[in-house]
């Protein structure tokens, strides 16, 4: 039997996608719910006697999207729906349940059910209570594919569990490991993804448009990073994050970090003739020594990789009051060396705001997608509440990537007077002893190769 029925390419991504947890998410109008419908069918039809369950919050929402697409979608010489038990029955022996969880609790009626793939529209409407509870109802013995397969806009109760769940751990559109033995993708779908209702309805992106800021980022760009108080608020993931490539021989290229025994974050960022900055590589972790973070650092740099400078906050500059060292001619023992940035952190924070400022042109600064950390966490800062040119210290967590991006980014912006141009760093004693050992000309030589003492 021809169906008859044409697919996005995003929907068919959705419908392909091998990971047990697959999540298609974005803009309101990206064809997600009826990707879904497609997929239960055609899951229906290649699976005889095959049993799916597919969610909404509550009834009425369930009635008038998923119910009605079924009806007007799937053909009625093999599809029977019964409007009293919500269930619909395939002449294969497969079925769908039509289910709904509008009070917490609900998700125990389902107990005792078996399903091969369970389906959540509207999936950050549900709790994460509820969605944990129902996934252990995907189970049985009969060898077809089980699948957890849901689709959602941004927004609503369930967006921090989602986002956590689905969109900050990997890239879009890879297949990443839950660390529960379950694998998991994120497909995101925009309007334009959706040419059938981009041509049924061309008003419809004027409507979405015309919204509130907030619902607008959310509905018309899929934007996940959607809160009251978000101190970067010019961060677009479409726009600021890019594909790792090569980078190529001859661009600047820098290390900043932050560091404290709570975490170590180190950003590698190379500089584009064309001004842009790609923070091309990163490494976070807790609980390191000095030791510890500076053999890390290292060992990530691969020989060849020449850095300019790595940046560090003052801080690393003051003295500790047992030992007389400071934290920075520590590092250098170990053989990192360091040039100090600012930590005037309004300043730094509106050099950040200026690297993604993206007024008349591409933004200024780009980030490989395979820097996890600093994706999640800069667009998570908060404004401060006392002082709202400045971001919030807590959670405290999610400041040190951003912290060390700062760094960077004043170094690289403010205007360098005449002295502060040539670069600066703290020179170990073998440093010195090379350079005390060097004609002028070495001397030259190493000055430019190591930068100016301090
Ligand atoms: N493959 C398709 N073929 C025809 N119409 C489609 C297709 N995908 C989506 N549509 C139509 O586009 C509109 C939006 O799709 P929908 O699935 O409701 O979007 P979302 O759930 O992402 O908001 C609906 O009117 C739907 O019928
Ligand atoms: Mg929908």
Known sequence: ?????????????????????????????????????????????????????????????????????????????????????????????????????????????????????????????????????????????????KQIKSSTNPGGVGHTWVKARFVDPAPRGTVFSGGDGMSRIFIPSLLDDNAFLVRDDPDYRRRL???????????????????????????????????????????????????????????????????????????????????????????????????YATLAPPDMWSRSQETGKTKASLFSEFGVNFTKTSNDRECGWLAVKELLAARSGPPRLKVFKTCRELIKCLPALRIDKVRPTDCATEPHEITHAPDALRGFAIFHTRPRTEEEAGRRCLWTPDMWEDYRAADEAGKKYLKKKYGEPL
């Not at 059910?113 to 994460?128: G, K, N, Q, S």
């Not at 170590?264 to 500089?271: C, E, G, N, Q, S």
């Not at 973070?293 to 740099?301: M, V």
């Open 1 to 145: 039997m021809r169906l008859g029925l044409t697919v996005t390419k995003k929907q068919k991504l959705f419908i392909d996608a091998a990971a047990t947890e697959v999540l298609f998410g974005g803009a309101a109008g990206g064809g997600k719910s009826y990707g879904q419908m497609v997929d239960a069918l055609l899951f229906a039809l290649k699976y005889p006697k095959s049993k799916q369950l597919i969610l909404r919050r509550t009834f009425s929402e369930l009635d008038k999207s998923l119910i009605r697409t079924a009806q007007e979608l799937y053909p009625r010489e093999i599809f029977t729906f019964n409007s009293s038990s919500h269930v619909g029955r395939f002449k294969n022996g497969s079925c769908i349940d039509f289910g709904y969880c509008a009070a917490e609790g609900d998700v125990y009626q389902y107990q005792s059910a078996e399903y091969d793939v369970i389906r959540f529209d509207e999936l950050t409407h549900f709790t994460e209570m509820q969605y944990v509870y129902l996934i252990s109802r995907v189970r049985g013995v009969n060898g077809y594919p």
């Open 209 to 307: 448009e015309a919204l509130p800021e907030r619902e607008r980022r959310a509905l018309l760009l899929g934007d996940w990073n959607i809160f009251e108080g978000q101190y970067f608020d010019e961060w677009r993931e479409d726009v600021h994050t890019v594909d790792p490539f090569e980078i190529p021989e001859g661009w600047r290229r820098y290390r900043t970090l932050d560091y404290g025994l709570d975490r170590l974050a180190v950003l590698w960022i190379a500089i584009a003739p064309d001004g842009t900055s790609y923070v091309y590589r990163e490494f976070c972790q807790s609980n390191l020594a000095i030791s510890r973070a500076a053999e890390e650092i290292l060992k990530r740099t691969p020989k060849g990789e020449d850095i």
